[in-house]
């Protein structure tokens, strides 16, 4: 793991030339250690292990590629603290109902419907829906804030719900 | 290496990840180091009482008898009743009901009661943030599903993710110290950030799920959606009298050979469908055991199945050892202790980055600081309390964090209140190990209690060192 990481450190940091053969040999090296550890523990402690000590073995590059400066002096103006006006606040709170309650709910809801629709054992499907629930959750959560008209995602989050629900009560 | 990223949608996720990361900053902050500490939990459990017995091997009829005994006598009977097996992880031996619970000794007769106030406390900040459990289960799983929008959010917002992945820029400019830091902490464990914010959000949303998918397909039954996953209890008659213990464990050995029995649970004890399951760890899996069961005389009857069941029902067994990073001993636990830190620090320099962005500072910079330092303090001084007078009480963690505002207000400058606030952290890891002491003499420096607090005075005298070293900045 720690060579994987070392020729990706070298590739990218152009210290290994041609980068491109480099890169795909770490990516190949990382993959191998972690196809061992599979062989030698499992499949489930193979694959856990490659995710703890990928980081361990890049941040060890990274410590060591570190590059410490001189401190410089920022001129920081003090203000005091206010409020921010009303028509800020609203949105703010607007956009936390809809990315927290209404996207967990909508999240909640579309998954069970999608779960259903897959050709599963329904505890496969119960494992999906206990899985896939934070990820949309999350991913409906990015939409909600990121775009710049949140009622497009506010609107097709709330039309989603309503329509799982019905779906699944109906 | 750089992602193909148009600029609007680098733009709109940036905007989204700053949103996001604002919104949750400091729970998220609180649940993260609370979670890293709580990885040792079993270790803390350990060294919050360093006088209880330590063994491995026991007695089962010596078990058998003091467990019956004590059944309704000394020990309260509820629905539910365990014997705690001594493990390599932990080797005490406990009996408990729903309430309490009281370790026994070496030769299997009832000792002193459990009482591992700090440690709940901890892992009730991790779980609930100190919350009704009901909605702060709830709460911290929201955490968990936004974590995985913050990760999403911020892998779009940042481009050149790969090409910067060895950087690290120290000192020099503020904010593109706390910028390096974030982004390479955070992106090399990606996928263990993932991982733990879909493990954790399932310990909250497991049952507002439950409700959804009963009413919506099980007809309200929410048992009939428990049992197909955890398995269903043997319908079972007229099995009054004691346990037969001994002679379950006594099977063990054959029908889950290389299996570790971790604890027993009793079902309606004391009634005439009492029975029992003893569940154990199998090495290799990360289910986390399987359950044999048995009548209450200790016929075995059958298994729940985890380790040979549908993958559904085995991913969903697995959450707990995923999460917390119980499995293949110490080397894992360490790594997910690294790697906690590392979500702990992506969370303080996250809103770090947002402060330093702003070009100015006020009360909020302020109020980070004592959030930031305040609750680490907190948290030590609770165990100071533990110690001391028996009540590590959640509120100790909460008004640690008011009071650190003080001399953050007072000195209204981020780089003194730190330096002030790491040198009472030091001083009071230092103290802790002192009262610890004083309370229960030399066996503070014996086994994993030893450990842990040479590790808490090493960490204190590392602080204040660091300080010390530093161009202390003068008072105001």
Known sequence: ?170 | MALKLSSSLVRQSLSSHSWLGLMVGALMYAVCLSGTLAVFFPEFERWEQPYADEFRDYDPVALEQTFNQAMGNEVAVTPHMYLVLPTEEVPRARIANENESWFLTPGGQLGEKENNAWTEMLLDLHLYLHLPHSWGMILVSALGAILFGLVISGVFAHPRMFRDAFNLRLKGQRLLEQVDLHNRLSVWALPFHIMIGITGAYFGLALPILAVVSSAMYDGDRDAVIESVFGSEPVLEQQAGEFGIARALEQMPALAPGAEPLFITFHDAGEDSQQFGISAAHPGRLIYSENYLFDASGTFLRTDGFLDSEVGRQVVYSIYRLHFGHFFGLPVKIGYFLLGLALTVVSVTGINIWLARRKHRDRINDTWVAIVWGLPIGLVLAAISRFGWDAPTAGIVWGSILAACIPTFWLADEKRARCWLLNVLGATCIALVLVQFARYGSIVALGVAGVVNVLFIAFGVALLAFNLRRKQPALP
């Open chain 1, 1 to 170: 793991m720690a060579t994987g990481a070392g020729l990706l450190f070298g590739s990218w940091r152009k210290r290994l030339s041609p980068g491109w053969a480099w890169n795909t040999a770490g990516w190949l090296t990382i993959a191998g250690s972690c196809w061992s550890w599979a062989a030698a523990m499992g499949v489930e402690y193979g694959l856990v292990m490659t995710t703890l000590v990928l980081p361990l073995a890049a941040w060890f590059f990274v410590v060591t590629n570190r590059r410490v400066r001189e401190p410089k002096a920022e001129r920081i103006q003090p203000a005091s603290l206010g409020l921010p006006p009303l028509r800020s606040l609203l949105r703010h709170l607007g956009l936390f109902f809809l990315s927290v309650p209404l996207a967990g709910i909508a999240s909640i809801l579309g998954t069970l419907v999608l779960a259903g629709w897959l050709p599963w054992h329904e505890t496969a499907q119960l494992a999906f829906v206990i899985l896939f629930v934070p990820v949309a959750w999350g991913l409906l959560a990015w939409w909600v804030t990121a775009d710049r008209r949140a009622w497009r995602p506010g609107l097709t989050i709330a039309v989603l719900a309503l329509a799982a629900g019905i779906a699944l009560y109906a």
